[in-house]
């Protein structure tokens, strides 16, 4: 069925017992199939209020502007205590 480019050939002449339906998969070739992989470390969604000057400055950096936001709030906590 694939050659040795990894071209997917004529499949007509493929016998049709031969596929199974997507549902009819193990569960776990399911999951692996579809969406990006799970990170190691997930993130928590929460809602923060900011002031409006400080996500205009993080947003001006392009994509990634929260990942920096995080980076910044973590790198605040390094000297100074939360409470």
Excluded: N
């Excluded at 694939?2 to 997917?8: A, C, L």
């Excluded at 050939?9 to 992989?37: E, H």
């Excluded at 002031?51 to 205009?56: A, G, R």
Aim: cysteine-free; aromatic content about 6%.
């Amino acid at each position: 069925m694939i050659d040795e480019d990894g071209e997917v050939g004529d499949l007509s002449k493929v016998d049709p017992a031969l596929f199974k339906p997507f549902a009819a998969l193990p569960a776990a070739l399911q999951t692996k199939l579809r969406g990006r992989p799970k990170a190691a470390m997930t993130k928590e969604r929460i809602t923060i209020r900011l002031s409006p000057d400080v996500v205009q400055r993080f947003r001006a950096t392009g994509d990634g502007w929260q990942t920096r936001v995080d980076a910044a709030l973590r790198d605040w906590l390094k000297t100074h205590s939360p409470l």
